[in-house]
C-alpha cells in the first residue's frame, strides 16, 4: 500500500454524545506520527459503552495536518432526522473541537436533497465566522450538478479529490 | 418486476415517503439511463418532502396521494396533498445573490430543472411533471 503523501491521518468517529474524536491521537511530548503507520481501527461511538443510548455513526473524521477530513457514512443523504443529526455532527466539530480546517470528501455520496445543501450552507457559515476554510471534495457529477443548478459551486470550494482539496488549505 | 404505474396514499410521514420513492425508483431504473434516473428521483424526492413539509406541515394525520407511470417514452407522475397550497410564482429565486445562503428554497428549482414538465394544480396542492426518455434535461 503506498505511503500517503500527506500527514498521518487518524481516523475516528465522532462521539456526538462529547463532542471528542473517540480516538484522538495521544503521543508522548515530542513524539510525532510516523508516516505509513496503519490506521487505527475504527472505533464507533455505538460499541464504547454500553450504557450509552446506541446512536448510528453517520461521519467518519480524520485529521490530515490540522485539517479534519470528513467522510459520509452513508450514501444517501436524505432522511430529515439523518439530515439534522449529520448538521449537528458537522457543526459540532467547529462550535465544540473549534476545527477551522474542514474538508467533506463526498467519495461515499450517490444522492442528496436539498434539505442537505442547507447544512453545508450553515456549516459553511459557521466556519467563516471563525476565519476558517471549508472544501468539497470527491463530488459525483450528478451532485456536482446540483451544486451549479443552485449555484452553490459559487458558494462554495470545490476541488475534484482529497489530494488537491488538502494543498488548497 | 416494477408495476411500470401505480398509485399511493400515505400519511405526511417522511419513512413512508422514502418507501414510495423506492417504488418509483425501481420502476424508473427499469427504463431510463442512470442520469435520468437520477432525476427523477431527485424530483420526486424534493416533491414528496415539500408535500409533507411544507404542503401538509408536517402533520401525519393529513395525507399525501400520487400516481405514476412509466410509458415508453416518459415518465409521469403527481402528487397532491392537504395543504393550504401555494402560489409557485411567490417562491423567491434561490440563485439569486441575496438568496444564495439562504439554507432552504432550493427544491422547486430543482425539481424545474430536472423534469421535462412541472405544473401546478387546486393551488398548488398538486404538483404534475414528466420526464421524457433521452430528453435534453
Redesign the interface.
Known amino acids: 500500500m503506498p505511503c500517503p503523501q500527506f500527514a498521518q491521518k487518524q481516523r475516528g468517529a465522532l462521539d456526538t454524545e462529547s463532542g471528542k474524536l473517540d480516538n484522538q491521537p495521544q503521543y508522548p511530548s515530542g513524539e510525532q506520527p510516523t508516516l505509513c503507520r496503519p490506521r487505527r481501527p475504527f472505533l464507533s461511538s455505538e460499541t464504547r459503552g454500553m450504557s450509552q443510548q446506541p446512536r448510528r455513526r453517520r461521519l467518519e473524521v480524520e485529521d490530515s495536518g490540522d485539517v479534519a477530513v470528513v467522510q459520509f457514512v452513508d450514501k444517501k443523504i436524505?432522511?430529515?432526522?439523518n439530515i439534522q443529526m449529520i448538521g449537528d455532527d458537522l457543526f459540532r466539530l467547529v462550535d465544540e473541537l473549534g476545527r477551522r480546517k474542514i474538508l467533506l470528501n463526498f467519495g461515499n455520496v450517490e444522492?442528496l436533497?436539498?434539505?442537505a445543501?442547507?447544512?453545508l450552507?450553515?456549516m459553511?457559515?459557521k466556519v467563516q465566522a471563525v476565519r476558517g476554510k471549508l472544501v468539497l471534495c470527491n463530488i459525483s457529477r450528478?451532485i456536482r450538478e446540483?451544486f451549479e443548478?443552485?449555484?452553490?459551486d459559487?458558494?462554495f470550494t470545490i476541488l475534484p479529490d482529497e489530494q488537491a482539496a488538502l494543498q488548497s488549505f | 418486476m416494477s408495476d411500470p404505474a401505480g398509485e399511493f396514499d400515505i400519511p405526511s410521514d417522511?419513512?413512508e415517503a422514502?418507501r414510495v420513492q423506492a417504488t418509483i425508483e425501481a420502476v424508473v431504473k427499469t427504463a431510463f439511463e442512470e442520469?435520468e434516473a437520477?432525476a427523477v428521483?431527485?424530483a420526486v424526492?424534493?416533491a414528496l418532502?415539500n408535500a409533507i413539509?411544507h404542503g401538509n406541515q408536517m402533520e401525519y394525520e393529513k395525507r399525501v396521494r400520487g400516481t405514476y407511470a412509466l410509458g415508453a417514452e416518459r415518465f409521469d407522475v403527481r402528487i397532491t396533498d392537504e395543504g393550504p397550497g401555494f402560489n409557485p410564482d411567490d417562491v423567491p429565486d434561490?440563485?439569486a445573490p441575496e438568496n444564495?445562503?439562504?439554507?432552504?428554497g432550493?427544491?422547486l428549482?430543482?425539481i424545474r430543472?430536472y423534469m421535462t414538465s412541472v405544473s401546478f394544480q387546486d393551488n398548488g396542492r398538486t404538483i404534475v411533471m414528466h420526464k421524457l426518455r433521452n430528453g435534453s434535461k
Open positions: 436524505l432522511d430529515e432526522q444522492f436533497s436539498s434539505a445543501l442547507g447544512k450552507i450553515t459553511n457559515r450528478e446540483v443548478i443552485t449555484k452553490l459559487k458558494l | 417522511l419513512d422514502r442520469h437520477f428521483k431527485m424526492e424534493e418532502v413539509k434561490p440563485t444564495l445562503e439562504r439554507p432552504c432550493r427544491g428549482l430543482l430543472y
